[in-house]
Structures are given as structure tokens and as C-alpha cells.
């Protein structure tokens, strides 16, 4: 596919640009050849049959493929677009040709096919680092088959994120990309090229048009150069040109002269002057008669092909319209022949149709018992996670030896307080001692004091 190639400035760059178009339309002739013999020799890969390699150049084609893809992933703006938006460095012109880091080239490929999907208008999600990577694949394959695109090599290819393959896939995808954003390759635009002077090589025996209008314009020039110089009277001149005519005149012979000079000599003096004095004019392609003599040239030759070619043409006509006819009634022919075969498909097809619609039904009674089922083992597993947390708490010790330090705290604490509960009863029984050994003292003395000492 041939791009619209923009103009350079010096030579180097016009040959490397007629070089690309050259490698280009190469690459249109090898990839469709390749994509035939393919197609051909499918079968043959599959049963593991050898088939004869289609020249050295193929060896080669990825470095000119991918250079051709990165050509198409700058016209859809991929470092704007693409690389700034993930902080990712432009990928170089042979980057998925060489094996470098798998693991890196692997994300960058499944990252550009994303990118690329979401051009050409499909809904794609970005791929993660850590996502399965035969999922992956398997999708990104999925949308190229979408597009009418054959895909014959297994998907384990792509897992090295280099080779041929992941070429082939992203440039089916930057195609894509490209007819959905309608870009169009325009014709190629040729540089102007200079001719260069030390390329020139001019015959000393040839004179062209332009160095004999240099001439006629010098000549004209010192014409005129001679005509301002006749205004200004030079008494000089006139002296010598009078004497120059005087001296020619007096130079004259007064009787004819003869040649005494061969004519054989002459002739062959002629002849060897002649290529001298030949002047060849050289034709401009943009003079009209150049272009009118093509056209009636072109035109005669198409007159005098127009001829053979229709006579051809209408044999081929007739050919053609003879075999249709062959084919229509074969067709008539074989459409009767396999009518009951047809009916048989239909009924067949009737069959697999209600068949279809009681899986269906079957698969949905399966897909609510499955439901329930899942309900019920998490009922289950909620049972079964309490029953152990139970369990486990009733066999723990931990908690009995808590409680028996509790019991030995609270016996200390009784027994603290059993103490302190005798001394206080200890205080308040000397207490009341002490008061009724106080009252006796004072009822005793009290009666010492009213007895009656009289009686004795």
C-alpha cells in the first residue's frame, strides 16, 4: 500500500523515497503471494507436510512489514495518542521483528491491538500486565476473524509478542484502524530534483537551442553596445576607419581569383567539418507539438490494438455466455437431483432446532437448581464456620483458668475481709467489755458509797 510520501529537499531523500515505493509495491506483490500460497498450503501445515520456502527475501519481509506498519501507526497520531497517554516510549521501525524482553513486547502488542480495536470502533477493553494472557489472545484474535481476516497459525505464536505473526496482526489492525478514521492514500507527491552541474556532460561538436540564443542575445547586446558608442563622435575611430577601407581598397585584386584547391580534398575537408557544424535542438516535454504528436501516436496505437483486442474480447464474450448457460442448467440439473436431500436437511434442521430449545429449557431448570444449590452450601458453610467457632470456644482452657484465678482472687479477698470483719468484732467486743466493766465500776460504787454503816 502505497502512502502519500511527503517532499524532501535533497537528492538522498528522493532516491530513499523512490526506494520505499519501489519496496512497498514489492511487498503488495510478496504478502498477497504469501497469502495465497497460505491459504493453499493450509492443510498441508496441518498434517506436518514440508512446503518449499518461497525465496530469501521472505526472511526478510518482517523488517519491511513492520516498517510499513509503523509508517500506518504514525499516520493514526500513536505517539500523541497512544504513547504520551501511558508515559510509553515510541516504539522503534524493527522493535516486534527482533526478539528482545518477551514479557515487555508481549504487553506492547496486546496494549497496540487494544488501541487499535478502539480505533476502528470496537468497544475493547485495555489489557492489564497481570491479566491470563491466553484469554487475551484468544480475543484480540476473536475481532481480527470479525473482519473477514484468516487467521492459520495457533495463538501460542503471538505469547512471544515478536515474530511474524504479531506483525501480521497489528498490521491487519492498523488497516482497519485506518478505513474506520477514512484516510485515504493519496498520490505520491516527487520531489523537484536539481540537475547538478558535474552530472553534465556537454559535446563539444553539438550546440543546443540555448547556447545558440546566448549567442544571438550576445551578439544583439554588443549591437547595441556599438549603437550608443556611433552617438559619441570619435575623431579617432573615423581617422582609422578611413584608413582601413583605404588600405582594402588598395588590398583588392584587379582580376578574379582562381582556387587551385582539390575538390577530392575538399570533400573530405566537408566531411570532416560537417559533425562540427551539426546543431541539434533538444525537445522540451512541455512544448504543445511534442504533446499533440504523442496524442495522434497514442491514439493510432490504441486504434490498431482496439482491432485485435475486440476480436478477442468478443470470443470471450461468447465463451463466457456459453458456459453460464452450462452452469445455469447444471445448477436446474442438480437442484432437482438433490431436492429430497434438501427436505431432509430442512427436517434435520427442525430437529436440531427443537432440540436447541429443550436444552435450553433443561439448561435453565439446571442453572435455578444450581442457584439453589450454591445458596444452600453457603447456608451449610455458614452452619459449619459457627458450629467450629463453638466448638472451639467450648474446648478452649483458656477461659477455665481465667475463672479459677477469679476464684482464688475472690478466696483471697474473703479471706481479707473475714479478717478484717474479726477485727473489727475484736474492737467492738473489747469496746462493749470496756463500757460494762465502766458501768459496774460506777453501780458498784454507787452502792459503797449508800451503804448503810450503821448496822454494825
Known amino acids: 500500500m502505497i502512502g502519500k510520501v511527503p517532499r ?21 506483490v ?23 520456502d518461497g525465496g530469501p527475501g521472505l526472511v526478510y519481509m518482517p523488517f519491511v512489514i513492520m516498517e510499513d506498519l509503523l ?39 496486546t496494549s497496540l491491538s487494544a488501541w487499535l480495536l478502539r ?18 489472545i484468544s480475543s484480540i484474535l476473536d475481532e481480527v476473524r470479525k473482519y473477514q481476516h484468516s487467521i492459520d497459525f495457533p495463538p501460542s505464536k503471538l505469547k512471544q509478542g515478536c515474530g511474524e505473526h504479531c506483525i501480521y496482526v497489528l498490521d491487519r489492525l492498523a488497516d482497519e484502524a485506518l478505513k474506520n478514521t477514512h484516510f485515504s492514500w493519496s498520490r505520491p507527491e516527487y520531489p523537484e530534483e536539481e540537475m547538478d552541474e558535474e552530472n553534465i556532460v556537454e559535446d563539444d561538436a553539438e550546440l543546443t537551442l540555448g547556447e545558440i540564443e546566448k549567442t544571438m542575445m550576445q551578439t544583439y547586446n554588443d549591437d547595441e553596445e556599438f549603437e550608443e558608442e556611433e552617438q559619441i563622435l570619435d575623431l579617432e575611430g573615423l581617422k582609422k576607419r578611413s584608413q582601413k577601407q583605404q588600405d582594402i581598397e588598395s588590398s583588392k585584386p584587379e582580376e578574379i581569383l582562381e582556387s587551385t584547391t582539390d575538390a577530392a580534398d575538399w570533400k573530405l575537408e566537408v566531411e570532416r567539418v560537417l559533425p ?27 486504434e490498431s490494438s482496439l482491432t ?44 436440531l432446532s427443537e432440540s436447541k430449545e429443550r436444552y435450553r429449557q433443561a439448561s435453565g431448570g439446571v442453572t435455578e437448581r444450581s442457584r439453589l444449590l450454591g445458596e444452600v452450601t ?58 460494762k466493766t465502766s458501768q459496774n465500776k460506777e453501780v458498784h460504787r454507787n452502792q459503797t458509797d449508800n451503804f448503810d454503816y450503821s448496822a454494825y
Open 8 to 28: 524532501y529537499t535533497n537528492e538522498k531523500s528522493a532516491e530513499v523515497v523512490e526506494l520505499s515505493l519501489y519496496v512497498d509495491q514489492i511487498v503488495l
Open 30 to 52: 510478496t504478502t498477497t503471494d504469501k497469502k495465497n500460497k497460505s491459504q493453499m498450503s493450509a492443510e498441508e501445515k496441518r498434517r506436518g507436510e514440508d512446503v518449499e
Open 71 to 109: 509508517d500506518k501507526l504514525r499516520l493514526l497520531d500513536y505517539e500523541q495518542n497512544f504513547c504520551r497517554e501511558r508515559n510509553l516510549k515510541p516504539i522503534s521501525r524493527h522493535y516486534f521483528a527482533i526478539p528482545t524482553n518477551p514479557g515487555e513486547q508481549f504487553f506492547m502488542f
Open 119 to 136: 480505533k476502528a470502533g470496537k468497544n475493547f477493553e485495555q489489557p492489564q500486565e497481570y491479566d491470563d494472557p491466553n484469554a487475551t
Open 276 to 302: 562540427q557544424l551539426k546543431v541539434t535542438i533538444r525537445t522540451d516535454n512541455k512544448d504543445w507539438r511534442v504533446h499533440v504528436e504523442q496524442m495522434h501516436q497514442h491514439k493510432d496505437g490504441i
Open 308 to 351: 485485435e483486442t475486440k476480436t478477442h474480447l468478443d470470443k470471450l464474450q461468447n465463451e463466457i455466455t456459453r458456459t453460464l448457460e452450462k452452469i445455469s442448467s447444471r445448477e436446474k440439473y442438480i437442484n432437482n437431483q438433490l431436492e429430497h436431500l434438501l427436505g431432509e436437511f430442512r427436517g434435520a434442521q427442525e430437529q
Open 378 to 435: 453457603e447456608e451449610l458453610e455458614r452452619i459449619k464456620m459457627e458450629m467450629e467457632d463453638r466448638g472451639s470456644s467450648m474446648t478452649d482452657g483458656a477461659p477455665l483458668v481465667k475463672i479459677k484465678q477469679a476464684i482464688q482472687q475472690l478466696k483471697k479477698e474473703n479471706m481479707q475481709m473475714e479478717i478484717r470483719c474479726g477485727v473489727v468484732e475484736h474492737i467492738l467486743l473489747q469496746a462493749k467489755l470496756n463500757d
